[in-house]
Structures are given as structure tokens and as C-alpha cells.
């Protein structure tokens, strides 16, 4: 052997033991840093937009307010006496039943609850208060109201506030105190109607439009179903306004504090048959337009409305244990309030005594987070799996046990998801799921995708993992999570 060769085959030698070492070295501490469990970095502003921009592509209706239950039903057969209707889960956002429900109609009335959700997220934002006391301008005085108008019976001098208003706007259906509201809110009328139909835009609702925010107009519009999502957004975001106004039975205004101090202590008595004056000093107690309320179990809300061109509405919404029901009826029958609050019972109570008897909701979100999972052969070492769009509740079917909470309780929760990912990860790509399963049928799956891309390592990174694949096929190296 001459020394050139002894020289290369030394060279060689040298190289392999260095490569050898510098393999062992990576492979060594890439396996101590899988056994870490470091977290990853938090989501860049560029990241988290391209990891919603790939869930929005692969699940276009996650971020919807309503949707299709998530397994296959008989459509129900129901003798709804409204032209339309619609029934949903509160919680989930499934829609249980429907007729006709994209129909464009006035919502009269129901137009109140835009009203209200839109100075709740005033009163949310710190804009104004409950406590505020509200100036009343002529406009909003009952005797200004345009005729057969809904009153809660506002005139000049009174002292009143949001907090009144409020419940004379859902109790009594106010006219009067829609458009105190409005114009204390935004300023005027217009303005008000313009904040109205943008927070309407930013729900997606693409047929929901007023002109007037008292539901008097028979050019607002809107349909069932979105009806419905608006108010499934807001009594979930402002769940205290059930309790504090759309369950009240009656109120009484004018009461003594709300009379101007000239007007204290005059007889209370006044004639209104030739009128209503500017000033009303005498106290009129009014029930809640929603006579189901102390009637059907559960009925907490939450808004009727009327005109002639869009018949008899009601959003009505019940809760049972846990669960929340809520429906919209439209286009409602009757010749008379009698004859349509009959029907809107009717149609109330058969909506959610059906529902109650086929569905309950499932509230096992304990394994609805992320994961944090290996990558190997890879720039980065870790993910996180994310759940492909929010869960709140299941709405679960009564197919098996003697009741629907039997059902709802015998719902398995079954989480899937690898050991480790090779190669790296596509942000969005689904790698696991968690199944909601109910007598061997599977009710619901919920993706898990990458929450972020990461790119594949050069190849001396993938040789150096061979060692961490075989102990991580082994071991369970993965954050916990509950799935039971």
C-alpha cells in the first residue's frame, strides 16, 4: 500500500469518524429535545392568517353561526301553522328543523333584538350605560309614534333610563323607546339604522336590512334563518339580558321616579280617548307580548312582532338542564292578536316539546384543544394539532338509553392522532381528528390540523431521526390530552 492511498484511506477513516460523531451529537441532542417537550413558538400574525386562509379553504362552513347537524336525520314532518320556520341548538349552532326558512320577510317586532344587540355592544364597549338617563326628544314620544304603534308610553319631562328603556323595548315592544334608544346611541335615526345594517354585514346575514329600528317599516327585512343566527349571537354573547328583560312578565311606566318633578303628586288618572298628551304621568302596566312565558317550561324569551305584511313572528327561546332551544316563526296566521297569539302558541309549543323529546346536548369538550406532537426529519421538532374550527356542544340524538340526557351521556369521546409526523407539516392539513361517537354511530369528527408549516430538514437531519422515530414509535411522546 502505497502512502498516498494510506494517506486517503486514513483521510477517509477520519471524515467517517467525524460524520459518525457529528451524527451521534445530533441525533443526540435532537432526541433530548423531543423528550422536552418544548413548545413551540407562538403563531406570527403571518402565520395565524395562513393557517385560517387553509381552514377556511378546507372547511368553508366553520365559522358559520348556523349549520346542518353533523350526522344524517329523517327530515322532520311537522304541522307548523307559520308560513316559515326554523329551529336550532343554541350551543352548537345546528339546525334541528325547517320550513321555508329563506324566505325574505318583514320581522316587524323582532326587529328589537338587533336593536338591543346593538346597544348591548355599546354598553359593552363603555359608549354608554344601564344607568344612564336618557333625554327625550318630541320624536320618540308616544304620541308621536306613527299610528297602532306598540308603546311603552313615553312624554316630555320624563326621566328614564337605558335600563328602562330597554325593558319597555322588549316587555311592552316599545316603538317609542326603539327610537329613544337610537338616538341616544348613535346620535339619530340614520345613524343608528347605519350601525344596525353593519353589524348585521359583519355577521354575514346577507337579507337582514332595516330602514327603522322599531320594526314599524315593512321594508326591514329579513328570513328565519338568519333571524335565528342573530339571535343565537346575541343572547350567547349577552346571556344576562334573558334573565334581566325578555323573561319579565310585565312592567309598569310611567312609575313616580319617572315623572318630571312638576308633574310628582298630580292624580294619576288621565283620559286618553281623545289622544295621547305630550305629558303621561299615569303609571300603565303592560304584559309581555310573549305569552308563553310562565307557560311552556323553560320559555325565558324572547321577541313577537306583527304588521300585516309579515303576519305573526315570534323568536321563542327555552331552556331545559343544559340545554337551549331556539325558534323562529314567520308569516304567522291569525285575523285577529287573539286569533295570532293562539297560532304562535301553537307553533311555540310543538316546536319545543318536539325538540326537547329528540335532542340534548353533549358538553364533553374537555378534549377539544391542541396537541402538541414530534415532527421529525424536520426544521422545527414540534406542532401543535388544532381543532379545525370551534365546539361548544354536540346536539345528540335520542337513539338509544330511556331518555335524551341518557343519550347525551352516553356519548364516547375518542381522540386520534400519530406518535410523531416525518417530513414536516402543511399548516391546515388535518393529522388527527376527535370523534364523537353514540352506539357504535358517529355523530361528529372534528379535525385536527397542523397549526403551522414546517418545512422538511436536509437529509442529514432525516438520518439523524431514524433513532428518535423508533423510540417515539414506541413511547407516547405526546402532550396529553383527556379522551374518554
Known sequence: MTKRTTYILRSLIAALLVLAAAYSITSGIRLVRFKQHKAPAPLTQTM???????????????NDILKPLPYAVIPAQLDVAAGSAIV?????????????????????????????????????????????IVPLKSDSWARN??????????GKGQIVTVEELLTG???????DAAYALADYTCGSMDEFIKR??????????????????SGYSEQNTTTPREMAALARVYI??????????????????????????????KPTAQDFSHGLPERITMGITQQNTNVLLGKLAGCDGLKTGYIDESGYNLALTVRRNNTRFLSVTMNGPGRTKTEGDKFRTQDGTMLMEWSFARFEDCRKTEAVHQYRIPVTGAKSQWVY????????????????????????????VVVD?????????????????????LDGKILQTIPLAADRTISKSSAFIRAADFAAKLILSKKDNREPGSAQ
Open 196 to 213: 344596525m345594517n353593519s353589524e348585521m354585514q359583519k355577521l354575514g346575514l346577507k337579507h337582514t336590512r332595516f330602514v327603522e329600528a
Open 385 to 412: 394539532l388544532t381543532p379545525a374550527y370551534e365546539f361548544t356542544a354536540l346536539t345528540v340524538p335520542f337513539i338509544t338509553g330511556s331518555t335524551p340526557q341518557e343519550a347525551a351521556d352516553s356519548v364516547r
Open 169 to 175: 323595548l322588549d316587555v311592552c315592544s316599545g316603538n
Open 88 to 132: 336550532i341548538d343554541v350551543a352548537s349552532g345546528s339546525v334541528l328543523f325547517e320550513k321555508k326558512a329563506d324566505r325574505i320577510i318583514p320581522p316587524a317586532s323582532m326587529t328589537k333584538i338587533a336593536v338591543m344587540y346593538v346597544v348591548m355592544q355599546e354598553i359593552e364597549s363603555g359608549g354608554i350605560s344601564l344607568t344612564d
Open 48 to 62: 395565524q392568517q395562513e393557517l385560517d386562509e387553509a381552514l377556511d379553504k378546507s372547511y368553508p362552513g366553520r
Open 417 to 437: 392522532f400519530p406518535r410523531y409526523i416525518d417530513g414536516g407539516t402543511t399548516a391546515g392539513t388535518q393529522y388527527g381528528s376527535i370523534q364523537y361517537e
Open 236 to 265: 350567547t354573547k349577552y346571556p344576562e339580558t334573558l334573565e334581566k328583560f325578555h323573561s319579565r312578565l310585565s312592567f309598569t311606566y310611567p312609575q313616580e321616579h319617572n315623572l318630571a318633578p312638576e308633574d310628582r303628586g
Open 145 to 154: 309614534m306613527p299610528p297602532h304603534s306598540s308603546l311603552m308610553f313615553l
